[in-house]
């Protein structure tokens, strides 16, 4: 069965760095785009990055772009998220999921997240 | 900026159909923005109901469908049922820099 685990979550100071990470089973790794999605406390789903297949095409979001860097590990079927000069405002859950572009676009699972919190 | 506009909040009783729409503000929603459809419960993961539209998981109750709907991607509950009471989130395709767009969630209670 797929499975989808995050991991690295926890408290952090402003500005300083985090790596999350997500462990993936169940299916082949290469073959899927891999996306991060996060939720603040009470709120709704903010896409944050994808990487395509080998690593080589990433995007991000404006509100992380220039600070988290996504990468992947296909030998070890794990995917990242760096994250760097954190702020209050990156604090949510942060989600994996993995999207199969058949042509349609075709999200499928996701992880159970991981909490990152960022405080003084 | 792009926003993606869901309704806030809809009710539905228990049997009845309802429909969540899923709005761009760069104009009608088409084919080509592949619309995903997310349910999320409380202190749960979001899971995957629709891709492309209007195609379903293996795992997606079929009383759940997705369409094209007066400009906007639709999500419509046929038979509602209680454990339907969830958040559920559109996600669109834009491409570019920054290709994927949420909406902001419709809150779905079943009453």
């Known amino acids: 069965q797929v499975q989808l685990v995050e991991s690295g979550g926890g408290v952090v100071q402003p500005g300083r760095s985090l790596r999350v990470s997500c462990a993936a089973s169940?299916?082949?790794?290469?073959?899927?785009?891999m996306h991060w999605v996060r939720q603040a406390p009470g709120k709704g789903l903010e896409w944050v990055a994808l990487?395509?297949?080998?690593?080589?095409?990433?995007s991000y979001a404006d509100s992380v772009k220039g600070r988290f860097t996504i990468s992947r590990d296909n030998s070890k079927n794990t995917l990242y998220l760096q994250m760097n000069s954190l702020r209050p405002e990156d604090t949510a859950v942060y989600y994996c999921?993995?999207?199969?572009?058949?042509?349609?676009?075709?999200?499928?699972?996701w992880g159970q997240g991981t909490l990152v919190t960022v405080s003084s | 900026q792009t926003v993606v506009t869901q309704e806030p909040s809809l009710t539905v009783s228990p049997g009845g159909t309802v429909t969540l729409t899923c709005a761009s503000s760069?104009?009608?929603?088409?084919?080509?923005?592949?619309a995903n459809w997310f349910q999320q419960k409380p202190g749960q993961a979001p899971t995957t109901l629709i891709y492309?539209?209007?195609n379903k998981h293996s795992w997606t109750p079929a009383r759940f469908s997705g369409s094209l709907l007066g400009g906007k991607a639709a999500l419509t509950l046929s038979g509602v049922q209680p454990e339907d009471e969830a958040e559920y989130y559109c996600?669109?395709?834009?491409?570019?820099?920054?290709?994927?767009?949420f909406g902001g969630g419709t809150k779905l209670t079943v009453l």
């Open positions: 169940g299916f082949t790794f290469s073959n899927y785009v």
């Open positions: 990487i395509l297949y080998d690593g080589n095409v990433k």
């Open positions: 996600l669109l395709y834009y491409g570019g820099a920054q290709p994927w767009v």
């Open positions: 492309g539209t209007s």
């Open positions: 999921a993995n999207e199969y572009s058949n042509g349609w676009f075709r999200f499928e699972y």
């Open positions: 760069t104009g009608a929603v088409t084919s080509g923005y592949y």
